[in-house]
C-alpha cells in the first residue's frame, strides 16, 4: 500500500468587499498566532500550518460567508 499526502500551505479565497472585514477579523480571532494572514486585491490568502483538514474546512466555511459544504442554487 502506498500512502500519498498533498501538503497544502496557501488558501486563497475570493470574499467579497462588504464581508472581507468580517471575514478577516474571524479568522485573526481563531488562528492569530498560527496563520498569516493577507489581503491581495479581491482575494484572502491564508499561510501557514494546515495540514488538519478541519481547520482547512473552517477556514473554508469563514471565507465562503457559510456556503462551503452547501450545494448552491444555479441560474
Known amino acids: ?3 500519498r ?12 468587499k462588504e ?6 477579523s474571524r479568522l485573526k480571532e481563531l488562528y492569530r ?3 498569516d494572514i493577507f489581503t491581495e486585491g479581491d482575494f484572502v490568502d491564508v499561510r501557514g500550518d494546515l495540514h488538519n483538514y478541519k481547520r482547512r474546512n ?4 469563514i471565507m465562503s460567508g457559510g456556503k462551503h459544504g452547501k450545494d448552491l442554487p444555479t441560474g
Not at 473552517?58 to 466555511?61: A, G, N, P, V, Y
Open 1 to 3: 500500500m502506498v500512502m
Open 5 to 16: 499526502t498533498i501538503e497544502i500551505k496557501e488558501i486563497k479565497y475570493e470574499v467579497d
Open 19 to 24: 464581508q472581507r472585514g468580517g471575514v478577516i
Open 33 to 35: 498566532d498560527q496563520l
Open 58 to 61: 473552517r477556514i473554508l466555511w
